[in-house]
């Protein structure tokens, strides 16, 4: 059995649980923050354990709290590339398909066939945009391959062996927020890091780099959350 009692750590709200149990342990859930602990430690020590995480449990809990993302549906504005496509909801099609300033989604099922739309178009437009700042950064440092990510907190990545991946859904941020995130992948072929002398490799390659880096700090949650998956 356990014993519950309410703890307040520096004005958060924390659900503490005791057991028979040997370590102590914090939990993050959508009700709030609990901690699990052995019957004999101290408040303060239980304090101090909160204490140590707390940019960890703050993090995840307001990441919990954050609204469910709208569900896609008929005239939903939807941003591409710095144009606004107005999806429809379309009967008697299996893909999504884009018809001038709409993209036509078939009805009763509009995300995964918009989102696989956004996915092949990524695959269109993305390469050739990595591939020309592979060239401006030089033969020294060949660009392996260019994939999609869909990752849950980072637009891109780059390996030592030269595969850059970028997210699908930078399809949804303005134009040059995609260059952005691709110059900055490509400039780790010639730095695996975020040194100084990488930074100035983004910015040989995009000197007006922090405008975009500015906007996707600001934006980048709203583009991951801009609609949620149908039919869970
Ligand atoms: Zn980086």
């Not at 354990?49 to 504005?77: C, K, S, T, V």
């Not at 739309?117 to 020294?140: C, D, N, T």
């Amino acid at each position: 059995m356990s014993v519950l009692a309410n703890l307040s750590v520096g004005g958060l709200a924390v659900t503490l649980r005791r057991s028979e149990r040997r370590s102590i342990g914090l939990k993050v859930t959508p009700a709030g923050l609990s901690v699990y602990a052995p019957r004999r430690v101290d408040e303060a020590r239980l304090r101090q354990f909160i204490e140590e995480r707390r940019n960890w449990a703050e993090r995840h809990l307001a990441a919990m709290q954050r609204p469910a993302p709208p569900m896609l549906q008929d005239g939903f504005h939807l941003p591409y590339l710095g144009q606004t496509l107005t999806l429809r909801s379309v009967s008697g099609i299996r893909r999504a398909v884009r018809v001038a300033d709409e993209l036509h989604a078939p009805e009763g099922r509009l995300a995964a066939p918009t989102e696989a739309w956004y996915k092949s178009e990524a695959l269109r437009v993305f390469p050739a945009i990595a591939e020309h700042y592979a060239a401006a950064l030089g033969r020294g440092h060949p660009l392996a391959a260019v994939r999609l990510s869909n990752a849950a907190s980072r637009w891109g990545s780059c390996t030592a062996a030269g595969v850059v991946r970028l997210h699908w859904r930078l399809s949804l941020a303005p134009l040059s927020v995609l260059h952005y995130v691709a110059a900055h992948e490509v400039a780790h072929l010639a730095e695996l890091n975020h040194s100084p002398r990488y930074w100035a490799e983004v910015e040989k390659l995009m000197p007006e780099y922090r405008v975009p880096q500015r906007w996707l700090k600001v934006n980048g949650q709203a583009l991951m959350d801009m609609w949620g998956a149908e039919g869970f």
